[in-house]
């Protein structure tokens, strides 16, 4: 009896202990979380982005490919978190979407935003019925809109600026700007030299202005012209592109620009998921292979 009340005691002790330790583990989390995260998750050749404001408001741009996605968040979000407010689809193509399904089934999503083009693959049209089956509201992003995700950081939509639904998906994608303080990130999803020329054309130096460049179409010569770089004059540029991808990327056209205008680079393909922390003055990366 005496053996068995021991055995009863120590089981609820450790399960206790085990209680505590996940709690302190959560709390230590959170903190390590204040400020500004930006996250280039490492997906292969594809894109999934992860913003978390300093209010904890949690979005997504891109999803990348099918089966990398999930042990990509696992390393920026907490895992009892299992919610994410908003997912941003820049363009509608497999190596930004075909990881949707997994976070679909693993997270509740709050909203989609998407640039209006189209795509007639199963994929797209599958994850078209489950957003509508599980009434997630689907928000075509246009120029002028403005996410304040909290704690005096924002989104701003650039691109697009019209119906873009007959246009190339590259072309058409969502152009967008993250800001805190004084600290600032360009998103560009896939977008192509067209794209960037619309933008120019539209906004003021300031308005493009930013200390990261995410760089365009995982650093294809078709993204990332001369003038866009050197209007947008970023100190950082991170390119999400696959180890030894069959397209070449980033292709060397790219990374000559990015070096003519003093842009340090940073790779996923070389360094892993890309984490950028920023208390609105500063920012500091860390690298996760």
Same mark, same amino acid.
């Given at each position: ?16 202990l085990?209680?505590?330790t ?18 280039? *998750?490492?997906? /292969?050749? =594809?894109?999934?982005?992860f @913003?978390?404001? #300093? ?6 741009? !891109? %999803? ?5 996605v999930?042990?990509q ?9 299992k919610s ?6 820049t ?31 199963k ?23 403005? *996410?304040?995700? /909290?704690? =005096?950081?924002?989104?701003? @939509?650039?691109? #697009? ?6 246009? !190339? %998906?590259?072309?058409?994608?969502i ?8 600290i ?6 896939d977008?192509?030299?067209?794209t ?37 004059a ?5 390119i ?22 003093g842009?340090?680079v ?24």
């Amino acid at each position: 009896m005496f053996q068995s009340r021991k055995k009863y005691a120590l089981l609820i002790f450790a399960l206790l202990l085990l209680v505590a330790t996940m709690y302190l583990f959560y709390l230590d989390f959170k903190g390590s979380n204040q400020g500004l995260t930006f996250a280039m *998750l490492d997906v /292969g050749q =594809g894109d999934a982005l992860f @913003i978390e404001s #300093p209010t904890g408001t949690q979005i997504m741009f !891109d %999803t990348g490919s099918a089966r990398s996605v999930l042990g990509q968040l696992s390393r920026v979000m907490s895992p009892f978190d299992k919610s994410i407010d908003a997912v941003v689809v820049t363009n509608p193509d497999a190596d930004h979407i075909a990881g949707f399904m997994d976070i679909l089934k693993n997270y509740k999503v709050g909203m989609v935003f998407e640039p209006g083009t189209v795509n007639d693959s199963k994929i797209y049209q599958n994850i078209k019925t489950e957003i509508k089956n599980k009434n997630i509201p689907n928000i075509l992003a246009r120029k002028g809109m403005r *996410l304040n995700i /909290g704690g =005096g950081a924002f989104i701003e @939509i650039l691109f #697009p600026d019209r119906d873009v639904s007959l246009w !190339d %998906t590259n072309d058409g994608s969502i152009i967008a700007k993250l800001s805190y303080g004084k600290i600032s990130v360009m998103l560009t999803g896939d977008s192509t030299m067209l794209t960037e020329k619309i933008i120019l054309k539209e906004n003021s130096i300031g308005k493009l202005a930013s200390t990261v460049l995410k760089v365009g179409h995982h650093g294809s010569r078709t993204s990332t012209s001369a003038d866009f770089v050197k209007t947008v004059a970023p100190a950082y540029a991170l390119i999400s592109d696959g180890k030894n991808n069959k397209y070449g990327h980033p292709h060397q056209d790219t990374l000559d620009t990015l070096s003519k205008f003093g842009a340090k680079v940073f790779r996923t393909d070389l360094l892993g998921t890309i984490i950028m922390k920023s208390d609105g003055q500063n920012v500091k990366f860390s690298f996760m292979k």
